[in-house]
Every structure is written in structure tokens, then in C-alpha cells.
């Protein structure tokens, strides 16, 4: 071979080198994701803006550096810059990572906290008595403040059997998280699957909780309020379980009392713990005409009895008490059926909606 022939092949393979270490560069260069600057909108940050080469298809934004919780919303791309704008706005604390194709992390952004708000107080966790049926249905956490919708409520609570020494899961998880509208009130419901005793995850895994056996319920006060406040401080209950409850509620065993004070209130005594808000929803009160009697509602004796204070006092000898058949006990037994029950051919596993009612006189 003649030195001209080699000198052409090094620099046919010179070049190429250099053809691809620019392909390299570029290729790289396109994976680059820069931030460039939060969109506020009222206080909230309800987008982010950032630059890249890259096809935006590719990305995904995600809470926090590792987790698979996605963020739904939408990117818009305009004169060379792009904007996600969430669904619901960026909590404040919270990092999150733009990702590509949901795996590698090419940028991260953290939303800055608010500034001058005190801490949200945990006001209360249902049920609100020490001892429980070894069938508890479900427990309620009622917060002062709108709490954040990223992540999963499940991930700031722990449940430990005291009397084992062991970390335990007793809640259904759930990709719809059961919050009332102001996402103030969670709902948790206890694996009905193992509480049912025909059911499969029963025979497999047992009940969630175990009578004779003693449970720790601890909140975690890292948990944010929707505006990024954490909680004041950790929150713990404590239950001792006790044995099964398999009995409906008993209507005509309601004990009805009137009270000697200003108001001339009312008490019903359920003869055990009732459902905390399904109490204050299902019963309601009635004058002889059939008009709705106003007042405040309120639990006492460990969700065992409900006060009744009308608005105004009353007229006419007789009240009509209206209860939906809904209502339910500790254990999810309601006024027509136990919750664990068989299933039979033809039957509806769905309660029909019925209220019933009773009657009390006023002289007495």
C-alpha cells in the first residue's frame, strides 16, 4: 500500500471519529432539560417552564426523586420554550423531577415553601373510644386544613400491633383516596376482603386486627397541607381490640331521653358505638306536620349517644325521629343487614336505600 492510499484511510477514519463525537455531543445536548422559572398564579405555583432539544413526548414529571407518582397535566410548547401546567397546583416543599421516558431524571425542581402560615392541627381520629370490635370497618381523620393530593395517605400512617411488636397493613389501599370534598375528612376503610369471612383474602391473611391484641395508629407530621404546611406534630391512637361484633343495630332499642335544660334537647342512646358521621348524617328531625325541625347534632359517650339541641323550641306533644337504613355500627352493620353476611342467589349485595322512623311524645 503507497503513503498516499494510508494518508487517505487515516483521515477518512479521522473524520469519521469526529462526525461521531458530534453525533455524541448532540445526542447529548438533546437529553438536556434546563428550568428556567415557576409560573404563579394567586400564591400557588400552578406551572413550570424549561428549555430542551429534545421531543417533550418523552418526558413525564414525577413527585420527588424516586417515587413512581406521576403528576397529571399537560405540557404547551411555544417559541422554543415549554410549560407543564399541572392539574392541580405544585404543593410547597415538595421536590419534583422531569423524567424521560418515566425513568431517567434530567432535571428537578423544588417549590418554595410559604412563608408565615403557622402549622395544620390533626383534630381528630375516628373512632374516638380506646376499645374496638376485632371487625372494625373503617377509621376517619378530620384535619383543620385541606390536606396536599400528591402521593398516597397510606404512606404518613403506621399501624403497629403493640402486643407483637410488628408493623402491620390493615388498610385497603385505594387509587381514588376516599376525602370529602374540602379534603378535610379521609375515609379508610380496613380490608373488607379479610374482614368478610367468606372471602378468600379472610382465609389467606385473616382479620386486619386480632382480638386480645393491643394497635398503635401513629400520623406521620410530615404530612403537608394542600399550601405545603406540615402538621404541628405526630399524631398516635390507641386501640385495644376487642371481640367480634356480628349484631345489627336494634331500632326499637334506641333509648330516647329529653333533657330538663333551656334548650329542651334531646338524646338518643344507641346502646353502642355508632359510625361516627354517618350518625350526623342519617337521622334527622320532624314536627307532627312533617316539617324538618333544625338544630345542632352532636356524639357523646364514645359515639354511643347523639345530642339533639333544636334551633327553637318545640311546639306541639310529638317528634318524628327519621333514620336512613345506612347507618352503621363500628363494624359496618347497618339497621337492615350485617355487614358479614352471605350473598345469596338473587340477592342484591347493594343495600336498597329505606328510612325508617320513630316516634317519641314530648310529655313524656
Known amino acids: 500500500m503507497d503513503v498516499k492510499k494510508r494518508h487517505n484511510i487515516r483521515k477518512e477514519i479521522k473524520v469519521g471519529l469526529v462526525f461521531f463525537c458530534l453525533v455524541l455531543i448532540a445526542g447529548c445536548g438533546r437529553d438536556e432539560v434546563t428550568i428556567e422559572q415557576l409560573d404563579y398564579e394567586s400564591e400557588q405555583v400552578v406551572g413550570v417552564t424549561f428549555t430542551t ?33 399541572p392539574v392541580i397546583p405544585f404543593t410547597p416543599g415538595q421536590t419534583y423531577t422531569l423524567r424521560k421516558n418515566n425513568t431517567e431524571v434530567l432535571a428537578s425542581f423544588t417549590i418554595p415553601e410559604l412563608e408565615g402560615i403557622e402549622e395544620v392541627a390533626l383534630l381528630a381520629i375516628y373512632p ?36 407483637d411488636g410488628m408493623e402491620i ?6 387509587e381514588s383516596e376516599l376525602w370529602n370534598k374540602d379534603r378535610t375528612l379521609l ?26 391484641k393491643t394497635y398503635t395508629v ?23 381490640v376487642n371481640e367480634r361484633d356480628d349484631q345489627k343495630p336494634k331500632l326499637d332499642q334506641w333509648h330516647i331521653e329529653r333533657h330538663k335544660d333551656a334548650f329542651q334537647s334531646l338524646e338518643i342512646d344507641f346502646g353502642e358505638p355508632m ?6 348524617e342519617t337521622i334527622r328531625f320532624y314536627d307532627k306536620n312533617k ?28 317528634v318524628e ?3 336512613e337504613s345506612r347507618l352503621e355500627d363500628l363494624a359496618g352493620n347497618n339497621l337492615e343487614r350485617r355487614f358479614d353476611r352471605p350473598v345469596l342467589e338473587g340477592e342484591s349485595a347493594i343495600d336498597s336505600p329505606k328510612v325508617l322512623s320513630m316516634k317519641y311524645k314530648l310529655t313524656q
Open 275 to 280: 359510625d361516627a358521621f354517618l350518625a350526623l
Open 187 to 212: 375515609t379508610l376503610w380496613l380490608d373488607p376482603g379479610r374482614i368478610k369471612t367468606d372471602l378468600i383474602p379472610n382465609r389467606e391473611k385473616g382479620l386486619p386486627l386480632r382480638a386480645g
Open 321 to 323: 325521629i327519621r333514620v
Open 218 to 240: 401513629a400520623i406521620d407530621s410530615s404530612w403537608k397541607s394542600s399550601r405545603g404546611v406540615r402538621l404541628k406534630k405526630g399524631y398516635t391512637q390507641r386501640y385495644y
Open 53 to 85: 432539544a429534545m421531543n417533550v413526548e418523552q418526558l413525564r414529571v414525577f413527585v420527588g426523586e424516586e417515587s413512581q407518582t406521576s403528576v397529571i397535566g399537560v405540557i404547551v410548547s411555544q417559541n422554543g420554550q415549554h410549560s407543564f401546567s
Open 128 to 163: 374516638q373510644l380506646d376499645t374496638v370490635p376485632e371487625n372494625l370497618l373503617k377509621m376517619y381523620f378530620e384535619f383543620e386544613a385541606p390536606m396536599q393530593e400528591v402521593g398516597n395517605a397510606l404512606d404518613f400512617i403506621r399501624v403497629t400491633n403493640e402486643t
Open 169 to 174: 397493613a390493615p388498610f385497603l389501599r385505594l
Open 291 to 318: 316539617q324538618r325541625i333544625d338544630g345542632r347534632m352532636n356524639l357523646r359517650a364514645n359515639q354511643s349517644r347523639l345530642h339533639f339541641v333544636p334551633d327553637s323550641l318545640w311546639t306541639g306533644t310529638e
